[in-house]
T-cell receptor, first 114, second 112 residues
Framework: EAGVTQFPSHSVIEKGQTVTLRCDPI?????LYWYRRVMGKEIKFLLH????????ESGMPNNRFLAERTGGTYSTLKVQPAELEDSGVYFC????????????FGSGTRLTVV | GDSVTQMEGPVTLSEEAFLTINCTYT??????LFWYVQYPGEGLQLLLK?????DKGSNKGFEATYRKETTSFHLEKGSVQVSDSAVYFC???????????FGRGTSLIVHP
């Protein structure tokens, strides 16, 4: 089966621009999660979708970040306007249940804001 | 809140050396503990897990024992290979939460 796919794999944008990251989960996985790792720091939870609904968005840093999952399939994470501190690696994961054992992670999108 | 502390990296070893990556945690209750690995260009993969005190998780020659008395879950391997070069993340999932808490990650570099 295909894994979790994220694109782009890398993105370099200027401060103030907009960037949209995409995640395609494994087919049939209702749960989709976004995480972020700032260079050298912990992987931090951003939010969790169950199908198209936001189950938990407590980790979203501020209102410059907007996540959507229309139709309960792929998800997008938009950063508008981007700031320097948004640089990092954004991971997506999906699972069939809400539990922690069955996560499958994508390879991440490395975002650099200059 | 819950937290995970890992040793700073990078850890640089020669092939066949013994590996230890330290991990300690702070959590309420009795969390499940995990090690994830990220190979270059790939996503995080679950390496091993332990769900209760004194459990030993093992996979691909790696082992870690859930030590409640020292709140630790150190990762060990007796003889590393070049192919083990990756970033290793310790994580926990507390009771009642489905969201894992990750450590900062430790980069392992193994030289031939």
């Amino acid at each position: 089966e295909a894994g979790v796919t994220q694109f782009p794999s890398h993105s370099v944008i200027e401060k103030g621009q907009t960037v949209t990251l995409r995640c395609d989960p494994i087919s049939g996985h209702d749960n989709l999660y976004w995480y972020r790792r700032v260079m050298g720091k912990e992987i931090k939870f951003l939010l969790h979708f169950v199908k198209e609904s936001k189950q938990d968005e407590s980790g979203m840093p501020n209102n410059r970040f907007l996540a959507e999952r229309t139709g309960g399939t792929y998800s997008t994470l938009k950063v508008q306007p981007a700031e320097l501190e948004d640089s990092g690696v954004y991971f997506c994961a999906s699972s069939t249940t809400g539990g922690g054992y069955g996560y499958t992670f994508g390879s991440g999108t490395r975002l650099t804001v200059v | 809140g819950d937290s995970v502390t890992q040793m700073e990296g990078p850890v640089t070893l020669s092939e066949e050396a013994f590996l230890t990556i330290n991990c300690t945690y702070t959590a309420t209750g009795y969390p499940s503990l995990f090690w994830y690995v990220q190979y270059p260009g790939e996503g995080l993969q679950l390496l091993l897990k332990a769900t209760k005190a004194d459990d030993k998780g093992s996979n691909k020659g790696f082992e870690a024992t859930y030590r409640k008395e020292t709140t630790s879950f150190h990762l060990e391997k007796g003889s590393v290979q070049v192919s083990d070069s990756a970033v290793y993340f310790c994580a926990l999932r507390g009771g009642g939460s489905y969201i894992p808490t990750f450590g900062r990650g430790t980069s392992l570099i193994v030289h031939p």
